[in-house]
Nanobody
Framework: QVQLVESGGGLVQPGGSLRLSCTAS????????MNWYRQIPGDQRELVAS???????NYADFVQGRFTISRDNSKNIFYLQMNDLTPEDTAVYYC?????????????????WGQGTQVTVSS
């Protein structure tokens, strides 16, 4: 069982910055794909950025150049640095750890989620 705890959300003005943190209960970054998702009430949860295998990084098109993910292996923390925020970035942001392996029997498919942290961008 992996526990994830997010922090760092809050209210920020347009153009401002926030850094979200996701503290994992164990050193899992090489084994699990670490993801940041966000969700607006009434909408589906959407993928923001991913850290794969501890080094490969992917970003959604809508955050390219504005958001950056990183990790601190010594503290088991996964970060999302968000710059140049707009009101459209307002959402609850979730940290996710995903691991799957179809080469074993039975196949493994694991997902762990944090509780979410609210980000509100408003003047």
């Amino acid at each position: 069982q992996v526990q994830l705890v997010e922090s760092g959300g809050g209210l920020v003005q347009p153009g401002g910055s926030l850094r979200l943190s996701c503290t994992a209960s164990a050193n899992i970054f090489r084994i699990y794909t670490m993801n940041w998702y966000r969700q607006i009430p009434g909408d589906q949860r959407e993928l923001v950025a991913s850290l794969i295998g501890g080094s490969m990084i992917n970003y959604a098109d809508f955050v390219q150049g504005r958001f950056t993910i990183s990790r601190d292996n010594s503290k088991n923390i996964f970060y999302l640095q968000m710059n140049d925020l707009t009101p459209e970035d307002t959402a609850v942001y979730y940290c996710n750890a995903h691991h799957s392996n179809n080469h074993v029997t039975p196949p493994v498919n694991l997902d762990f989620w944090g509780q979410g942290t609210q980000v509100t961008v408003s003047s």
